[in-house]
């Protein structure tokens, strides 16, 4: 599975876009790029996918740089429930899906 | 999105016995289903991964005698943690792949805690 990095921990202003980063450097061709995220004792919640475009739905956007070598999930307007660790996953064949540490988001009122 | 059900949320059992945990696809069918460890300030980690009909494929260093899969149907797959021991308490996690392919959402249950006294 490619490897993925992402910041230890960030802050947002409720109400402000949060972006959130991922590297994914040895991504190979035929791997999705997934982001979850878990609430406190929880368990994880889907919230995008993508391949190689950019794309939108109720909750994000995702963002993929040209190369796929990274990515960034985008809320558009952070609220209080936003805070929660978000995982930023590149699948293998079979979609096992492989957690790292993730990036702990605090939405600051 | 599609749901996954757990049950149950939370179990206590005694050191020694053996605990099942139900893992449901509610409104689609999972031909594949993930189960995960996850303990205290630490990240998901996966044990096996289960299909509808097959026997699990585990992670190594997962005792596959110890935590017993079953996905005996489409919508259904089983966790039992055989002799149990406080060490085993931990949140349990499944998850299931929507569809088949490289490109399908997966969506993951409510969790299981496990405490074993």
């Known amino acids: 599975d490619a490897k993925t990095t992402q910041p230890p921990s960030m802050d947002c202003a409720e109400g402000r876009a949060a972006n959130l980063p991922c590297n994914h450097s040895?991504?190979?061709?035929?791997?999705?790029v997934y982001w979850y995220r878990q609430i406190h004792s929880q368990g994880p919640q889907y919230i995008i996918h993508?391949?190689?475009n950019n794309e939108t739905n109720e909750m994000a956007s995702l963002i993929i740089t040209e190369d796929r070598k990274s990515s960034t999930l985008i809320l558009p307007h952070a609220t209080l429930r936003d805070t929660a660790v978000y995982y930023c996953?590149?699948?293998?064949?079979?979609?096992?899906?492989?957690f790292g540490a993730g990036t702990i988001l605090r939405v600051k009122s | 999105g599609a749901v996954v059900s757990q049950h149950p949320s939370r179990v206590i059992c005694k050191s020694g016995t053996s605990v099942k945990i139900e893992c449901r696809s509610l409104d689609f069918q999972a031909t594949t289903m993930f189960w995960y460890r996850q303990f205290p300030k630490q990240s998901l980690m996966l044990m096996a991964t289960?299909?509808?009909?097959?026997?699990?494929?585990?992670e190594q260093g997962v005792e596959k005698d110890k935590f017993l899969i079953n996905h005996a149907s489409l919508t259904l797959s089983t966790l039992t943690v055989t002799s149990a021991h406080p060490e085993d308490s931990s949140f349990y996690i499944c998850s299931a792949k929507e569809g088949q392919g490289t490109g399908n959402t997966i969506y993951f249950g409510e969790g299981s805690w496990l405490t074993v006294v």
């Open positions: 289960s299909n509808e009909g097959s026997k699990a494929t585990y």
């Open positions: 996953i590149v699948t293998s064949y079979g979609n096992k899906l492989v």
């Open positions: 993508g391949l190689k």
């Open positions: 040895t991504i190979s061709g035929n791997e999705y």
